[in-house]
């Protein structure tokens, strides 16, 4: 982070806002987001709640999924679009730091878990899709559902074997 004031900042902040480039931008990333909740809500009604798309500050935009069994170990998983890598990924969250730190401590040898360090939000975040092609939208979303698929399964099983 500049040392730099915040007054002295703002110049080049009003001058990033001035073309309406980023907000047209920040506002379709938000849209794709909006949609692929709307396809999962679809897709595992009735398996999973899906809960509303949350925004970070400019930083990511996520929504949550929870199923029973995920529900009662007080986990989450969430589809998360990443501004600055501009991509997608899936975070295992806990309900509380507490909880979060525990699983973290618990599965620090799976291959998806840094053993030095917890990410500051979450368990451990695995890139779901690390170059969309946002012009297409269509194999977006099935490359996003496929990898989700997989790595479900693959999460649920990891945490069944380390109960």
């Known amino acids: 982070m500049s040392k730099q004031s915040l007054t002295a900042r703002i110049p080049a902040y009003k001058q990033a806002f001035a073309s309406g480039e980023i907000q047209k931008t920040y506002q379709s990333l938000v849209g794709i987001v909006q949609t692929l909740r709307t396809e999962f809500h679809q897709k595992y009604k009735g398996e999973m709640s899906v809960a509303n798309v949350l925004h970070g500050y400019i930083d990511f935009t996520y929504f949550y999924l929870q199923n029973d069994y995920l529900k009662q170990r007080k986990l989450k998983l969430a589809i998360v679009f990443n501004h600055q890598q501009a991509q ?76």
């Not at 969250?93 to 401590?105: A, E, F, H, I, P």
């Open 88 to 163: 997608f990924e899936l975070w295992l969250l806990g309900q509380t730091k507490d909880v979060q730190l525990s699983y973290w401590q618990k599965l620090r040898d799976v291959k998806w878990v840094d053993k030095e360090v917890m990410p500051e939000y979450s368990i451990f975040e695995i890139t779901l899709l690390s170059t969309p092609d946002f012009d297409d939208t269509d194999k977006l979303s099935a490359c996003i559902h496929s990898e989700f698929t997989t790595l479900t399964s693959e999460i649920f099983e990891t945490l069944l074997a380390y109960e």
